[in-house]
């Protein structure tokens, strides 16, 4: 099993910065890609970026530019920085791991347990 705790989430102001990090811990020997989706309510869970082991990013095209995705891989440990929040999203953002061959995802995908990350004034 693979476990993944996530920290960083909260209530940041419209414009404000968060950096959202998960560490994943356990079986983790198959896992080459991490990333993060984003829930927000009433709406369907999307991928808001994600990381593999080599380094090739992705990332959703409304936040490009203000988000980045970074990891180390001795620490298992990957990182959002949210830069520029905008009140849209305000989501439930998720942890994700698994195994990426291209942009199919094999086997067991693990999650976190998610965090709220709220944009308000």
């Known amino acids: 099993q693979v476990q993944l705790v996530e920290s960083g989430g909260g209530l940041v102001q419209p414009g404000g910065s968060l950096r959202l990090s998960c560490a994943a811990s356990?079986?983790?020997?198959?896992?080459?890609?991490m990333g993060w989706y984003r829930q927000p309510p009433g709406k369907q869970r999307n991928l808001v970026a994600r990381?593999?082991?080599?380094?090739?990013?992705y990332y959703a095209d409304s936040v490009k530019g203000r988000f980045t995705i970074s990891r180390d891989n001795a620490k298992n440990t990957v990182f959002l920085q949210m830069n520029s929040l905008k009140p849209a999203n305000t989501a439930v953002y998720y942890c994700?791991?698994?195994?990426?061959?291209?942009?199919?995802?094999?086997?067991?995908?693990?999650w976190g347990e998610g965090t709220l990350v709220t944009v308000s004034s």
């Open positions: 990381i593999t082991s080599a380094g090739d990013t």
């Open positions: 994700n791991a698994g195994h990426l061959a291209g942009t199919l995802y094999i086997g067991m995908r693990y």
């Open positions: 356990g079986s983790i020997s198959g896992i080459n890609a």
